[in-house]
C-alpha cells in the first residue's frame, strides 16, 4: 500500500538536505533527498509556469504530479489555481521533503487553513499507475469514487551524466505514464490538460518522436511547445502542453523568466507546428557596413524558433539579415535601430548598437592598443567583448580594454564582436532607445 504525506502535518525529521531557494529572495527554505537539489525546479520558474495554467480554464478535478520530485512545482500549481493537488514519488525521502514544501510555500503565501492545502496530498509510491494512486486517494478520504483528475504534470527524471537525454532515458517512460494514466484524466473540450516537462537537449527529431507518442494515445490532441530561459544563452525547460493546455492559436510559445522575481516573465508565442521544421531562420553572410545596426540575440530565443516572431513586434523593417543563427551569440543586421524601449523586450537582446569601426585584424593582446585608437576616433568609454575567445584569454584582453580606456574621456559605450566566417573585427556603439 503506498505511504501518503499529508503536507500539513509531515515534519522533516530525517531530512538533511536542504537550502533557501536564490530565486524567491531567499524566503523558501526547500527540502530535498537523495541529492535531490539539482534536480528541483527553481521556484521562479515554477511560478512563471503557474502563471501561465492561471488563463487555461481546466476541468475540475486535482492537479496531479505523478513524478513530483521536491515538490516544488506542484505546490506553485496548486497554489495559483488554489486547486487541490497528488504528488507520486518513487522515492519516500523525496515524496517526504515534498509535502514539507508544499508545507513551506502554503505557509509562505499565508493560505495554510487554504482548502486547497487541507486537501492535497503525497504518496511515495508508482507514479505510473494511475488505478492505484486513484484508489489510494479514495481510501484515504473515503471517497465514494475515484478522484477526478484535472491536470496532469509529468516531469521525468534523466540521467546526470548523459549527453543526449534519449527519450528511452526518462523515468517513468511517457508511454507508460500515458497507459496509466489516460482513463483517470477529467475531459474539457480539448480532452485532457497535460503538461510534460521534458529534457531542453531534446533534438528537433526526439521531438517528433514525442509527438508521435502522444498521438498513439491522443490521436490530433492540441499542442504547444514551450521553451523556458533565465538567460545566459541556454534552455532551462523544454515542455510539451496538451490538449487542455496547450493554445490552440500558438505552436509555440518562449518565455524568458526576468531577473528578479517580482517582474512578470516575457512571453513570446506564433511559430510554426514542429512538423513544418525547427524554425530556426536561414543564415546569410553579409559584408558589414559601418552606419548599419546589428544585434546580438537571446540564443534559447532563436533556438525556440520564435526569434522572427518577436522581431516583427520591436520593427517594421524587412531588412533582417541573420549573420550567425547557432551558439551562443545568434547577430542579425539591419538597417534601423529595434524598438526595445521597455524592459521585457531588453531580456531578448545581450547587445545591439550601430557599427562605426571595422578592423580587419585578429583579436589578441597585441592588437589591443589598435583597437583602442578605434575606441578613441569613436569618443568610446567603454568597450564589452563579446567575441569568442578562449576562457583563460578572454578577462585578460577585456581587462586590457577597461584599463586603457578608463584614462581617457570618451563619453559612449560600446561593444566588439567577431564577424562570422572572417577575422574581420566590428564595434558597434550602445544608442540610448
Known amino acids: 500500500m503506498s505511504q501518503i504525506f499529508d503536507p500539513k502535518t509531515t515534519s522533516t525529521n530525517g531530512l538533511v538536505e536542504f537550502s ?4 524567491a529572495g531567499k524566503e523558501l527554505v526547500f527540502y530535498h533527498a537523495d541529492e535531490g537539489q539539482p534536480l528541483a525546479t527553481p521556484w521562479q520558474v515554477a511560478l512563471a509556469r503557474s502563471k501561465l495554467l492561471t488563463e487555461l480554464q481546466l ?10 520530485g521536491s515538490g516544488i512545482q506542484l505546490g506553485a500549481h496548486i497554489a495559483l489555481l488554489q486547486r487541490p493537488g497528488i504528488g507520486v514519488e518513487l522515492n519516500p525521502a523525496r515524496a517526504q521533503a515534498s509535502a514539507v514544501n508544499i508545507q513551506s510555500i502554503a505557509n509562505y503565501r499565508n493560505e495554510s487553513t487554504a482548502d486547497y492545502f487541507a486537501q492535497t496530498r503525497i504518496l511515495s509510491g508508482d507514479g505510473r499507475d494511475g488505478a492505484v494512486v486513484c484508489a489510494s486517494i479514495a481510501d484515504h478520504f473515503q471517497f465514494q469514487s475515484m478522484p477526478s483528475i484535472a491536470f496532469l504534470h509529468l516531469d521525468p527524471a534523466r540521467p546526470r551524466n548523459s549527453r543526449t ?54 490521436q490530433g490532441i492540441a499542442r504547444t511547445w514551450v521553451w523556458t530561459s533565465r538567460g545566459r544563452g541556454r534552455i532551462d525547460r523544454l515542455a510539451l502542453w496538451l490538449g ?119 583579436l589578441m593582446l597585441e592588437t589591443v592598443d589598435e583597437l583602442v585608437e578605434l575606441c578613441l576616433e569613436n569618443d568610446i568609454s567603454q568597450l564589452t567583448v563579446r567575441a569568442p575567445l578562449p576562457p583563460d584569454i578572454q578577462p585578460k584582453i577585456q581587462g586590457a580594454f577597461d584599463r586603457q580606456l578608463s584614462r581617457r574621456h570618451g563619453r559612449r559605450e560600446a561593444f566588439l564582436i567577431q564577424h562570422s566566417g572572417s577575422e574581420t573585427l566590428v564595434i558597434c556603439v550602445v544608442e540610448e532607445a
Open 20 to 23: 533557501p531557494d536564490k530565486t
Open 59 to 68: 476541468p475540475e478535478g486535482y492537479i496531479l504530479d505523478c513524478a513530483c
Open 244 to 362: 487542455g493546455a496547450a493554445s490552440a492559436q500558438h505552436a509555440r510559445r518562449f518565455v524568458r523568466i526576468p531577473p528578479t522575481i517580482t517582474e512578470d516573465a516575457k512571453v513570446v508565442s506564433g511559430g510554426l507546428p514542429i512538423k513544418h521544421g525547427d524554425g530556426i531562420p536561414q543564415q546569410t553572410q553579409k559584408t558589414p557596413q559601418r552606419g548599419e545596426y546589428m544585434t546580438i540575440l537571446d540564443a534559447a530565443l532563436v533556438e525556440s524558433g520564435l526569434a522572427n516572431d518577436w522581431i516583427s513586434t520591436v520593427t517594421k523593417s524587412d531588412e533582417i539579415t541573420w549573420n550567425v543563427v547557432e551558439g551562443r551569440r545568434p547577430q542579425i543586421h539591419h538597417q534601423k535601430p529595434l524598438r526595445i524601449d521597455d524592459e521585457n523586450n531588453r531580456l531578448m537582446v545581450q547587445a545591439t548598437g550601430r557599427i562605426v569601426a571595422l578592423a580587419h585584424t585578429k
Open 165 to 218: 537525454h534519449g527519450l528511452n532515458e526518462m523515468a517513468p517512460r511517457l508511454d507508460e505514464v500515458f497507459q496509466g494514466w489516460k482513463k483517470h484524466l477529467n475531459h474539457g473540450p480539448a480532452g485532457p490538460s497535460i503538461l510534460l516537462d521534458l529534457s531542453p537537449r531534446l533534438s528537433h527529431q526526439q521531438r517528433l518522436d514525442v509527438e508521435a507518442m502522444v498521438d498513439q494515445v491522443w
